[in-house]
């Protein structure tokens, strides 16, 4: 089962926008993660953020979480046309082990 | 980096064949793999988590006599689809977490299969 929901669905920006991404889940977790999908290839991770922390940088990523909220959002800076892909987050299951996906956002990315 | 190898990376096979596709890690151990299954635009399913020496773990309403999973050794995991059908025909990825890793770090993933069913 999907652990949750991510908005908007699909997002188009011009380069050199900033975009970002929202993420709720439903259950209490450890840390939550975040995944770039490029068209018809696997899954690349791209940050994970623990539960006990509210923000976390990496490049031109900023990922937020809000525990209270149950909610995450990724902000992709300065995009370029090469971050056009899905981008997806993830929990873990209940017993721990698996990664349990959400819905995802498409970002294009237009030159 | 951690690799994960995925093969075949595109299947084409009439109905009723069985198709086998396997997963390897291959510069590192993995104790534990995962198998998802995605449909066009759509996220990610966990079908099943594969442990080495062990019987797979299905998530509800996965056929296991129908996605046959071994995991025989540290870094080799397959999923053989029985007697594949259309509705069968899907984008199957495996993932991987390294041996002694928990669930704080991150998980490795194979490239895909894109299985179409005839």
């Known amino acids: 089962s999907q652990q949750g929901e991510e908005d908007p669905q699909a997002l188009s920006i011009q380069e050199g926008e900033n975009a970002t991404m929202n993420c709720s889940y439903k259950t209490s977790i450890n840390n939550l993660q975040w995944y770039r999908q490029n068209s018809g290839r696997g899954l690349v991770h791209l940050i994970l953020i623990r539960s006990n922390e509210r923000e976390k940088h990496s490049g031109r990523l900023r990922v937020t979480l809000d525990t209270s909220k149950k909610s995450s959002s990724l902000l992709i800076t300065a995009s370029r046309a090469a971050d056009t892909a899905s981008y997806f987050c993830?929990?873990?299951?209940?017993?721990?082990?698996?990664?349990?996906f959400g819905k995802g956002t498409t970002l294009s990315v237009s030159s | 980096g951690a690799v994960v190898s995925q093969h075949p990376s595109r299947v084409i096979c009439k109905s009723g064949t069985s198709v086998k596709i396997e997963c390897r890690s291959l510069?590192?151990?993995?104790?534990?793999m995962f198998w998802y299954r995605q449909f066009p635009k759509q996220s990610l399913m966990l079908m099943a988590t594969s442990n080495e020496g062990s019987k797979a773990t299905y998530e509800q309403g996965v056929e296991k006599d129908k996605f046959l999973i071994n995991h025989a050794s540290l870094t080799l995991s397959t999923l053989t689809v029985t007697s594949a059908h259309p509705e069968d025909s899907s984008f199957y990825i495996c993932?991987?977490?390294?041996w002694g890793t928990g669930a704080g770090q991150p998980q490795h993933f194979g490239d895909g299969t894109r299985l179409s069913i005839l």
């Open positions: 510069d590192f151990q993995a104790t534990t």
């Open positions: 993830a929990t873990h299951n209940q017993a721990g082990t698996a990664l349990i």
């Open positions: 993932s991987a977490r390294e």
